[in-house]
Nanobody
Framework: VQLQASGGGLVQAGGSLRLSCTASVRTSSRFIMAWFRQAPGKEREFVVALNWSGGSTYYADSVKGRFTISRDNAKNTMYLQMNNLKPEDTAVYYC???????????????????WGQGTLVTVSS
């Protein structure tokens, strides 16, 4: 499975961006897809995940109410709508996917088998 992430860029604080992640294969109901991010000098952290089966979503507390994950089944694509961006959201954003995860592992980056190349989001103050 190959993942292609896009949509990053430079935005002012308070602005919005939408990231996309397209899978090379049909995203079956077994998949969990997620976004992680890594800021300069920091470890990669969980942002949000989507259980393709049923559509359950899981958000990090730091982005709740500002970020929204969604999907387009026909396009095998996951989106991350990011609103009210803050300078601390500056990071490289990675999409990830796995077909064997259990919900309790959904926030653990090392549990994901497939990763996109990352897209840089820079939020200026």
């Amino acid at each position: 499975v190959q993942l292609q992430a896009s949509g990053g860029g430079l935005v002012q604080a308070g602005g919005s961006l939408r990231l996309s992640c397209t899978a090379s294969v049909r995203t079956s109901s077994r998949f969990i897809m997620a976004w992680f991010r890594q800021a300069p000098g920091k470890e990669r952290e969980f942002v949000v995940a989507l259980n393709w089966s049923g559509g359950s979503t899981y958000y990090a507390d730091s982005v709740k109410g500002r970020f929204t994950i969604s999907r387009d089944n026909a396009k095998n694509t996951m989106y991350l709508q990011m609103n009210n961006l803050k300078p601390e959201d500056t990071a490289v954003y990675y999409c990830a996917a796995d077909s064997r995860l259990i919900v309790s592992s959904i926030r653990l980056d090392y549990e994901y088998d497939y990763w996109g190349q990352g897209t840089l989001v820079t939020v200026s103050s």
